[in-house]
DNA sequence: GTCATACATTGATCGAAATCAAAGGTGGAT
DNA sequence: ATCCACCTTTGATTTCGATCAATGTATGAC
């Protein structure tokens, strides 16, 4: 059972579990710090383009971004809002499927692929993680299937902020006095649109349409503030059990 | 590096690697083999259920089952469809997400849980196998997002049929002189609306339309014979390199 | 054979979201 | 401050798929 000293420790990627790993040997650790590096982008960079080749694995520390697909003829959907600790590529494949976006700037932890592929042969704990961390995203892509194809757009939108709040709940979503949330919406009116499969136009006026129900509040186009935030879930059509098992 | 004999070789479930790999030793194959039991489901049996209990973990090994999530107003969304070497359940979570059930009879390899957990902690090759087929599943489920949300009825049915047929492809599906593929739909008209986000009517109609435009033939209500796969794969809007990285 | 049942197709009408079009806001550059 | 570019909202109209309704078609029981 080894202590590890800080300056070896990685705690902002899929991998900072080694630190407190007890079973994890300090020259794991060390190789792994070795591969990694990290890496910022600017807003609207891509960091990966579907169909070409990625030869790297990264996973986001800070920011957010979006993976989509647009079909020929202009269509996009977005299949995925990335958030820390997310992960973008995968082992065994070195093309992307999808495009990969920065919404605003976002900061990652790369390793090269080779070096990555080689970490989650030798290393259990490491392909153990992933495999958990790729089970719930497994989960999470098919709740999103039954928005995308089941729920109307003012449902879709409901169920996005609900999931968007919990998913910041972990972080830095200020809960208020009173039950409310606020939350700051990563996404233009058109990126919303695309993760919905909505138009922009539907969107706006759904959102319009909520802020009228008195479901959520506006103080800008883009600060949401969700002042009953169970019965936003119940518009989402949620059988109040608090959400989805993920 | 041990030569396995057949008697302990499991070549039909996920784990099957196993038998062929060249540095796992036979005791830990033997163990593998006393957890496992084999289950057959009828038609339209219930393999899971959204939020109850899941205490194994089962590979398909033969037939079909949809993985879905109904609805309080009864709309359901299929989120997958499951077919051998696909697996129900995972690691770590005692609750399934959704409802599985089968279409057609259905066999599977099942273990119980905590025995599989144990396996696949002890067993590095088990979750690396796990891994990969949880990101292929996780790109096709996302695939499939970019079907619901941004394809029209015609696409979606499209789409679909040229999915099955590619997947059929390692299996039975039969490759017709000329290029063409014949299929037999596992779903009812039901069921396959389900699938696609599209009522029976609709599902009906596109598949009307698809014939009478020459893109399919129908001899049975169930059984579909492509003559121009290409031709197909166009209509589900494909930009002819073949289909999704996945 | 007839009947019952479930599955599938087709038709008529309706409605939610898309599309076409224009006007309001907001923030940054100069 | 003014302008400009982009984002957002709102309005008018159209369209695709849903809904309501009926008819057609297989399969198995008896």
């Not at 579907?50 to 647009?70: K, N, P, Q, W, Y």
């Not at 495009?99 to 990555?116: H, I, S």
């Not at 709940?169 to 809960?175: D, K, N």
Request: a negative charge.
């Amino acid at each position: 059972m080894t202590r590890l000293t800080p300056i070896i420790a990685c705690n902002d990627c899929p991998i900072r579990f080694r630190a407190v790993c007890a079973d994890c040997d300090a020259e794991e650790l060390a190789m792994l710090e070795r591969v990694k590096t990290y890496r910022t982008y600017a807003a609207g960079a891509h960091l990966a383009l579907a169909g070409e080749g990625l030869d790297h694995f990264s996973s986001i520390v800070s920011g957010c971004a979006t993976m989509s697909r647009t079909l020929e003829d202009g269509r996009r959907q977005t299949v995925g809002l990335l958030m820390p600790p997310d992960f973008i590529g995968r082992p065994g494949r070195a093309q992307s499927a999808f495009d990969v976006q920065a919404l605003g700037e976002v900061t990652v932890c790369r390793f090269e692929r080779r070096a990555f592929e080689q970490m989650v042969r030798d290393t259990p704990h490491i392909a153990t993680r992933l495999l958990t961390m790729s089970l719930d995203e497994l989960d999470a892509a098919r709740d999103w299937a039954v928005v995308l194809g089941r729920m109307t757009a003012r449902e879709k939108l409901a169920a996005f902020l609900v999931s968007l709040a919990r998913r910041q709940a972990q972080g830095s979503t200020a809960r208020l006095p009173g039950g409310g949330v606020s939350l700051t919406l990563p996404l233009t009116r058109e990126e919303l649109a695309d993760h919905l499969g909505l138009t922009i136009e539907t969107t706006s006026r759904q959102m319009t349409a909520l802020r009228k129900d008195g479901l959520i509040d506006l103080r800008q186009s883009r600060e949401v503030l969700i002042p009953d935030f169970e019965a936003l879930s119940a518009e989402a059509g949620e059988d109040g059990d608090g959400g989805p098992i993920v």
